[in-house]
């Protein structure tokens, strides 16, 4: 029978050979190395004769791609120290020395090392215009790491036809948020202006300039900004819906919010909306309502969060099954729902258990939704339009 390990050295060592041969042949260095990740495969023996290959003065594509290939693993020693002695040649060409300082900008970037970093992306920018957008990309999450919005608006100004502007209006909406924690209002909404010229959609944008209206006595102004910011994403009621009851309540006016939790649930119906909008006809309207709205949901796109309302207004009207045999089913299901991530990022899946504004693992602004906001349900009947 074949040893299977000799015959996965032998794929690997063509392989290195099929690199050397277009380095000789000076083809184009645009064709991807056959994966690493594919090779390593746990075969110690194969990797050792990928290492032993890559000693070799020429193959400095090969080494490149070695040093990535540790990058994406976690093995950031491996990839600076390859990446490092490749930078320090004197003889290779521009445009494969910039490929070579840009993977050990991202090995500092990865390592934590942000000063460093970001020399080499700051000097690759003035030398390397081809690289132009993916060094630009690459300094703004950097300097969103470092939280430095200051310099993502610096760059935004600088560069012409910058195209992260979702970033350059959330580092406005971050500048805005600290302006209004520091009671300085005319600062925060120049920056939410920037932020919305930017980014008209930008729900954060919208949701500070509400407070800002808030400071200013603007109640309807206030509630006008909520309202674009939910017709933009009706998921993001969670952080929405706790101004709008305040100022309904404040006002005395919760019918006015009952109309809008009523046409959400219509338009976007999730869970996320028919919760909100039961507990408000539970509290303001009639228990008998609420549940007739939550038994006919739930039989369709059951939840342990909408099995928990339920019960809560079934024990709050006192149906004939026994209280305390409901209260225990209701203890149980809360059970069920601690330790629960109830966030998820649509762009990479990560699962937390608390919003945030940019996603921690993928980076991208504005992705984190509850995962109430993500199954779509049928609404029941409408009900009657208030008059007001």
Same mark, same amino acid.
């Given at each position: 029978?074949?040893?299977?390990?000799?015959?996965l050295v032998l794929v690997a060592a063509v392989a290195a050979g099929w690199l050397l041969g277009r380095q000789e042949n000076k083809r184009s260095k645009d064709t991807p190395l056959p994966s690493l990740d594919m090779?390593?495969?746990?075969?110690?023996?194969?990797?050792?004769?990928?290492?032993?290959?890559?000693?070799?003065?020429?193959?400095?594509?090969?080494?490149? $791609?070695?040093?990535?290939?540790?990058?994406?693993?976690?093995?950031?020693?491996?990839?600076?120290?390859?990446?490092?002695?490749?930078?320090?040649?004197?003889?290779?060409?521009?445009?494969?020395?910039?490929?070579?300082?840009?993977?050990?900008?991202?090995?500092?970037?990865?390592?934590?090392?942000?000063?460093?970093?970001?020399?080499?992306?700051?000097?690759?920018? +003035?030398?390397?215009?081809?690289? +132009?957008?993916?060094?630009?990309?690459?300094?703004?999450?950097?300097?969103?790491?470092?939280?430095?919005?200051?310099?993502?608006?610096?760059?935004?100004?600088?560069?012409? $036809?910058?195209?992260?502007?979702?970033?350059?209006?959330?580092?406005?909406?971050?500048?805005?948020?600290?302006?209004?924690?520091?009671?300085?209002?005319?600062?925060?909404?120049?920056?939410?202006?920037?932020?919305?010229?930017?980014?008209?959609?930008?729900?954060?944008?919208?949701?500070?300039?509400?407070?800002?209206?808030?400071?200013?006595?603007?109640?309807?102004?206030?509630?006008?900004?909520? +309202?674009?910011?939910?017709?933009?994403?009706?998921?993001?009621?969670?952080?929405?819906?706790?101004?709008?009851?305040?100022?309904?309540?404040?006002?005395?006016?919760?019918?006015?919010?009952?109309?809008?939790?009523?046409?959400?649930?219509?338009?976007?119906?999730?869970?996320?909306?028919?919760?909100?909008?039961?507990?408000?006809?539970?509290?303001?309207?009639?228990?008998?309502?609420?549940?007739?709205?939550?038994?006919?949901?739930?039989?369709?796109?059951?939840?342990?969060?909408?099995?928990?309302?339920?019960?809560?207004?079934?024990?709050?009207?006192?149906?004939?099954?026994?209280?305390?045999?409901?209260?225990?089913?209701?203890?149980?299901?809360?059970?069920?729902?601690?330790?629960?991530?109830?966030?998820?990022?649509?762009?990479?899946?990560?699962?937390?258990?608390?919003?945030?504004?940019?996603?921690?693992?993928?980076?991208?602004?504005?992705?984190?939704?509850?995962?109430?906001?993500?199954?779509?349900?049928?609404?029941?009947?409408?009900?009657?339009t208030h008059e007001f």
């Open positions: 029978m074949m040893d299977w390990t000799l015959l090779l390593a495969g746990g075969q110690s023996d194969t990797m050792q004769a990928i290492l032993d290959m890559a000693q070799r003065e020429e193959a400095v594509e090969l080494q490149l $791609n070695l040093g990535t290939f540790y990058r994406r693993r976690g093995e950031l020693d491996k990839a600076v120290s390859i990446h490092q002695s490749l930078f320090a040649r004197p003889d290779l060409d521009k445009d494969l020395a910039g490929q070579v300082q840009f993977a050990l900008a991202s090995d500092y970037l990865q390592s934590g090392l942000f000063d460093r970093a970001e020399r080499l992306l700051l000097d690759l920018l +003035k030398t390397h215009q081809n690289m +132009k957008s993916k060094v630009l990309d690459k300094l703004v999450v950097l300097y969103e790491e470092e939280q430095d919005w200051e310099s993502i608006l610096s760059l935004a100004s600088e560069v012409k $036809n910058f195209k992260n502007i979702k970033s350059v209006a959330y580092a406005c909406c971050e500048l805005a948020d600290q302006s209004i924690k520091k009671h300085e209002w005319r600062e925060a909404q120049s920056y939410i202006d920037r932020a919305l010229k930017i980014d008209s959609k930008c729900i954060w944008a919208l949701i500070l300039e509400a407070k800002v209206h808030e400071e200013q006595g603007l109640p309807n102004k206030m509630v006008a900004s909520l +309202k674009e910011a939910l017709q933009y994403d009706p998921a993001q009621l969670h952080v929405i819906l706790p101004n709008l009851k305040e100022t309904f309540e404040s006002r005395h006016r919760p019918h006015e919010l009952e109309q809008i939790l009523e046409e959400l649930w219509i338009e976007s119906p999730m869970p996320l909306s028919l919760h909100s909008y039961a507990e408000h006809l539970a509290k303001y309207e009639s228990l008998d309502e609420a549940i007739s709205q939550l038994t006919y949901s739930i039989a369709k796109v059951p939840t342990i969060e909408g099995f928990r309302l339920l019960l809560k207004q079934l024990i709050a009207k006192g149906e004939p099954l026994p209280l305390a045999d409901m209260q225990h089913l209701k203890d149980i299901l809360d059970q069920l729902g601690r330790g629960e991530d109830h966030y998820f990022c649509k762009q990479c899946g990560l699962e937390t258990d608390q919003h945030h504004w940019r996603c921690p693992s993928c980076k991208q602004w504005e992705t984190m939704v509850p995962k109430l906001a993500t199954l779509n349900m049928a609404p029941t009947k409408p009900r009657k």
